[in-house]
């Protein structure tokens, strides 16, 4: 079958309209893939040169944040949730073979483990320390996904500081600079856990879909998928501009 890499022009976006971050996990064989994911570095591969054909690069959220700062366009937001350690060997030489950077939220209190919160699927290793300094030495951003995944709704305030400004510092020990950016785990947030992560010293919080939520420790997501190819991404991409600067309440979705 012919690969769908198919892109129209990208167009320009309002000046004060939310900035477009896709939403990456796992990069392997998504054939056992109960939650959807899961994509092979060959469909990374497409996505991103359907990105680049309409003009867009993949870059990490601080970098993305810095640029829309100043006024400049054609960057999308990349990030890869969760920390998996097929990141080193899959994701970055597709990554770097299109001349994108991304934002890789990782766990601190896991090293070197597996994501054991998914109770189905199969068992994936995360990044060790030493993988995590790596994946900074490469150019990536390394950002915080609380230390445990867990829901961080569901903490005690002492639980719920020790996910946000524990990971924080343990994430310093680990590469030297403390990060600048949070994922809420699930993507699950509310007015207490956006405060914790602003309180801690981040500079921004990504989530998938907000709620109520809005402003730089609310960034919304879109979630991208083995599935998604060219019409996939564009009508995501229409999705995401419909979208109001304001968003109605609704619960956030599944950020794993």
């Known amino acids: 079958m012919t690969a ?47 990105l680049r054909r309409r003009g867009l690069t993949g870059v990490g959220i601080a970098a993305l944040l810095r640029a829309r700062a100043a006024g400049k366009q054609g960057l999308v937001g990349l990030t890869f949730d969760d920390g998996y350690a097929d990141f080193l060997d899959e994701a970055l030489p597709v990554l770097r073979a299109h001349g994108c950077t991304a934002t890789v939220f990782v766990l601190p209190g896991r090293p070197g483990g597996s994501n054991v919160w998914d109770p189905l699927g199969p068992r994936r290793p995360l990044l060790t320390e030493e993988d995590v300094r790596t994946v900074a030495a490469a150019g990536m951003e390394v950002g915080s996904h609380g230390m445990l995944h867990r829901d961080l709704t569901a903490l005690s305030d002492e639980e719920l500081r020790e996910e946000t400004h524990g990971s924080r510092e343990a994430l310093r020990r680990v590469t030297g600079q403390a990060p600048s950016g949070f994922c809420y785990p699930y993507g699950t947030a509310d007015r207490r856990v956006a405060e914790s ?25 879109t979630h991208v998928s083995h599935a998604d190819r060219g019409a996939r991404l564009l009508a995501k991409e229409v999705r995401h501009r419909l979208r109001r600067r304001s968003p109605g309440a609704g619960r956030p979705g599944d950020g794993r």
């Open 4 to 50: 769908d890499t198919s892109a129209p022009p990208a167009r320009t976006l309002p000046p004060r309209s939310r900035p477009w971050i896709l939403t990456y996990h796992s990069v392997s064989d998504p054939t056992e893939d109960p939650y959807g994911i899961t994509v092979s570095a060959g469909r990374l591969d497409e996505q991103l040169t359907w």
């Open 197 to 221: 992560v602003r309180e801690a010293g981040y500079a921004y919080g990504c989530a998938l879909v907000p709620g109520t939520l809005s402003g730089p420790f609310a960034l919304p997501r």
